[in-house]
T-cell receptor, first 115, second 111 residues
Framework: GAVVSQHPSRVICKSGTSVKIECRSLDFQATTMFWYRQFPKKSLMLMATSNEGSKATYEQGVEKDKFLINHASLTLSTLTVTSAHPEDSSFYICSARPSGQETQYFGPGTRLLVL | QKEVEQNSGPLSVPEGAIASLNCTYSDRGSQSFFWYRQYSGKSPELIMS????GDKEDGRFTAQLNKASQYVSLLIRDSQPSDSATYLCAGSGSGYQKVTFGTGTKLQVIP
């Protein structure tokens, strides 16, 4: 149980384009999902907290207009990187927290390369 | 600022030995603690959660929590080369607050 999927697992795009990443909880409902970014050999950095049916809460320094988050259902959250630039290239990881629990379960991550 | 601190390592132990990973936290209100394992290039996977003072055992893993000292540890018995990874400690406050992650300790188990 507690499986989280992400799609796509890897994406290469041109600078200036937008990329959407999906995060799904497959066998549980998640009122809250989290989006992280991780650069090579660096620690996880929380970008935003996504709550079903409401606006996401962004961490300091994360541009909400650049990283659009939608959490339209209890099993799906999406992160859209708008007008991507090479510096946005990173490993994006989502996690989901089953309703009523404190434990987070991570998706497999999406590796984004912006050329 | 709520912080979770870990020694970045690397911590090297011989195969079959006990690996001891340590973590301290600054927020006395933290209630729940988690250990995740992250292999290079992969996302973190949950190893254990612990909520009460004392020890919690699961197979070769034992988590220890001391709220008075604000200290969490993870012991890995009979360490295997496949245990080589970065171990992330995380803590959260009450009321389903967001989890704060440490920067991770890299463990190397030498065959």
């Amino acid at each position: 149980g507690a499986v989280v999927s992400q799609h796509p697992s890897r994406v290469i795009c041109k600078s200036g384009t937008s990329v959407k990443i999906e995060c799904r909880s497959l066998d549980f409902q998640a009122t809250t999902m989290f989006w992280y970014r991780q650069f090579p050999k660096k620690s996880l950095m929380l970008m935003a907290t996504s709550n079903e049916g409401s606006k996401a809460t962004y961490e300091q320094g994360v541009e909400k207009d650049k990283f659009l988050i939608n959490h339209a259902s209890l099993t799906l959250s999406t992160l859209t990187v708008t007008s991507a630039h090479p510096e946005d290239s990173s490993f994006y990881i989502c996690s989901a927290r089953p309703s009523g629990q404190e434990t987070q379960y991570f998706g497999p991550g999406t590796r984004l390369l912006v050329l | 600022q709520k912080e979770v601190e870990q020694n970045s390592g690397p911590l090297s132990v011989p195969e079959g030995a006990i690996a001891s990973l340590n973590c301290t936290y600054s927020d006395r209100g933290s209630q729940s603690f988690f250990w995740y394992r992250q292999y290079s290039g992969k996302s973190p996977e949950l190893i254990m959660s612990i909520y009460s003072n004392g020890d919690k055992e699961d197979g070769r893993f034992t988590a220890q929590l001391n709220k008075a000292s604000q200290y969490v540890s993870l012991l890995i018995r009979d360490s295997q080369p496949s245990d080589s990874a970065t171990y992330l400690c995380a803590g959260s406050g009450s009321g389903y607050q967001k989890v704060t992650f440490g920067t991770g300790t890299k463990l190397q188990v030498i065959p």
